[in-house]
């Protein structure tokens, strides 16, 4: 099927939320340096679209301050070929975002801005209108730092601002994948390269943070899924069970 130059769209499905835990993740001790912004891209390498965003994020991944994630889904897998990222709770949670602005379906390659700010993942001069948008609101506003110490990752989150006592929210651990090429032998990308960087490998969620400052351990034997070779910190607030604005990250070793 030949690629087309729009976002693919799929029908809004309701799939039970699934939290994977990892293990093993062998890392030197490093302190992440400080987040402004954090972008995600859903996409699937069934999607012929998608292929267009993938630069895009690269790009990003690069800027100092953001952290780029590839979130793969598993919902185009029907179209001739089976995503070999694709993880069924990535969709859950574009499908989360996609009910909490009250919209009816969901679509490749999509990017998220601080959970908050949606286009689509090739547009970018929409992504710089939203990054732009996120700079002017002075980027996140809470500090979260990682660092692994022995057999330990150690997550610190800091206090609201007094002028943000409202600010709750939950502490997830992402693990993620660098870097990785997969050539497509299937579906509208047959024949293709799919290179995709920082790909969101599981989900963990550390605990909640009501305001003030916490501290959370994880034991390296659950801070590896798959493949993964590195982490990610989020710290987002939720309403209803839906994903909100994320208001603190960090990244771990080598992003």
Do not use: H
Not at 8 to 25: H, I
Not at 227 to 246: H, K
């Amino acid at each position: 099927m030949t690629p087309r130059p729009r976002a693919r769209l799929r029908d809004r499905r309701t799939l039970g939320a699934t939290v994977l835990l990892w293990s093993s993740l062998a890392a030197p001790s490093v302190r992440a340096e400080p987040v402004q912004t954090v972008v995600e891209l859903f996409t699937s390498q069934g999607c012929g679209a998608c292929r267009a965003a993938d630069p895009v994020m690269r790009d990003l991944s690069r800027q100092p301050g953001v952290i780029a994630l590839t979130l793969p889904v598993t919902y185009w897998d029907y179209l001739g070929w089976k995503d070999t990222l694709g993880l069924r709770p990535l969709n859950e949670r574009q499908r989360a975002y996609a009910r909490g602005r009250g919209a009816r379906q969901v679509f490749t390659p999509q990017v998220v801005v601080d959970g908050t700010g949606f286009a689509v993942g090739s547009d970018r001069a929409a992504l710089e209108r939203l990054l732009r948008d996120a700079g002017q609101r002075g980027g996140l506003p809470v500090p979260v730092r990682s660092e692994m110490r022995g057999d330990r990752i150690q997550v610190e989150v800091g206090a609201a601002a007094e002028a943000r006592t409202d600010l709750r929210g939950d502490v997830w651990l992402v693990p993620v994948l660098r870097s990785r090429a997969i050539p497509i032998q299937g579906g509208e990308n047959g024949g293709r390269i799919a290179t995709y960087i920082n790909v969101v490998r599981g989900l963990l969620r550390l605990g909640s943070w009501t305001g003030q400052p916490a501290r959370f351990d994880v034991p390296n034997i659950q801070a590896e899924i798959g493949d993964a070779d590195s982490w990610v910190v989020l710290l987002q607030a939720a309403a209803d069970g839906r994903p909100g604005r994320i208001i603190g990250a960090a990244k771990g070793p080598g992003l």
